[in-house]
């Protein structure tokens, strides 16, 4: 389905949902046509009143709608067409914008607005097909296309690779005269997420090959193979030896692939870009850890050429502290529950946090002995949002030296 538009002025950004009506009794009801005039099914039509609260519902097979429980006001439509349709998400009657839309006036509770009908066009297609380094097809890769002109921003749509490796985009939207500009986006397991470029892949946007699309008609984008990236090993060790099943996530311009380690702790994450790499690991018992052994973000990996494999990416985890917090009123006789807290360390370049329980518990875990300060968001529980502070008003600093710390 293609997203709804949202970067020009007065756009707004619309998902897919269904809403519960209220206990007004107030409709609007109507029918949904595709461009040959045939009813469609299961369209998800939705009415949103000037702050965008909405109400929602489907087409049925003979393509009508009923939209139950809207209170009095003014009413817009918008229609979304289903999953691989080839028409794109209009407003009624026949407007692309949202703000173009027309409205709808509800007087009472009592109003059935009828008629409402909306015939949806149909759009444009991309179409094209995706292999690796050696030729062979990429199966169950996502293409995402997404506008880059005025008259297809803010909007996107996505098709996935079959055994051949060919995908199909429909549903694209454009100027009726003079289409629309698309750029493409390729993720599959293995590889970086990556840009067309002249049937080659780019990591960057703007250097993304762009393919003109006009309504009802399909745009070729060819045979296009995918950059390999990167490969990054390692071996995730604690104190007692190597760490089987933790979690190592890696970093590599501005992409993440996790994994997992095996009975002997190491790890291999294939598929990064090439550029900068930072690897951290998190296990059950163990401190969340940056490469090589630390608490935050500090030495990074080099790894600037295509094919480049790093093999020592080794992290040593150690076990964990723990910070257990109780919250209370200012009596200390009431507990808090369902209050957010973060803990960040001396440079508040890393977090962790959790919510209180009933009894106003919440333990922060898998923390290096270091000092850190806590923040409560105590708004949720009627109060202020803010640090913990000392008796001078400073902020307070939590020392945790390898043991879990006193309760505060």
């Not at 190491?266 to 296990?283: E, F, N, R, T």
Request: charged share 20%.
């Amino acid at each position: 389905m293609t997203s709804p538009p949202y970067s020009l002025p007065c756009r707004v950004l619309l998902g897919v949902w269904l809403a519960t009506p209220t206990a007004h009794a107030a409709s609007i009801k109507g029918i949904v046509l595709g461009p040959d005039d045939v009813p469609m099914d299961d369209a998800i039509v939705a009415a949103f009143d000037p702050i965008l609260d909405y109400v929602a519902t489907t087409s049925r097979a003979d393509g009508t709608y009923r939209i139950n429980g809207l209170s009095p006001g003014l009413w817009r439509v918008a229609v979304y067409p289903p999953d691989n349709s080839e028409s794109f998400l209009l407003f009624y009657p026949d407007a692309t914008d949202f703000c173009a839309a027309t409205t709808l006036l509800i007087a009472s509770d009592d109003d059935d607005l009828s008629d409402i009908d909306v015939t949806l066009r149909q759009g444009g297609s991309l179409t094209g097909r995706v292999i690796n380094g050696e030729g062979l097809p990429v199966s169950d890769a996502t293409v995402t296309a997404t506008g880059d002109d005025a008259a297809t921003a803010g909007w996107s749509g996505e098709g996935t690779t079959d055994s051949d490796g060919v995908f199909a985009i429909r549903g694209l939207t454009g100027d009726p005269v003079h289409g629309g500009s698309w750029m493409c986006e390729v993720e599959a397991d293995g590889w970086p997420d990556q840009y067309f470029m002249d049937l080659e892949g780019t990591y960057e946007s703007d250097e993304a090959e762009t393919f003109s699309v006009y309504l009802t008609e399909s745009t070729p984008t060819g045979t296009h193979m995918l950059r390999d990236g990167i490969t990054v090993h390692g071996v995730v060790e604690g104190p007692d030896g190597p760490l089987a099943d933790s979690t190592v996530h890696v970093y590599a311009a501005s992409q993440i692939v996790s994994v997992s380690t095996d009975e002997d702790g190491a790890y291999d994450a294939d598929g990064l870009p090439p550029g900068s790499v930072l690897p951290w690991a998190s296990a059950d018992g163990h401190a969340v850890t940056y490469y090589p052994d630390a608490d935050r973000p500090d030495i990074f990996l080099s790894a600037p050429n295509e094919g480049d494999q790093l093999d020592d990416a080794d992290i040593f985890a150690p076990a964990e502290a723990t910070l257990p917090i109780r919250l209370t009123d200012q009596s200390g006789s009431t507990a808090l529950p369902d209050v957010v807290v973060m803990l960040y360390n001396d440079t508040y370049t890393v977090g962790r946090g959790d919510s209180s329980d009933a009894q106003g518990l919440v333990t922060i875990d898998q923390l290096h002995p270091a000092d850190y300060f806590l923040y409560v968001y105590g708004s949720d529980a009627g109060g202020a949002d803010d640090w913990v502070r000392d008796g001078q008003g400073e902020l307070a600093v939590f020392s945790i030296d390898g043991a879990d710390s006193a309760t505060t």
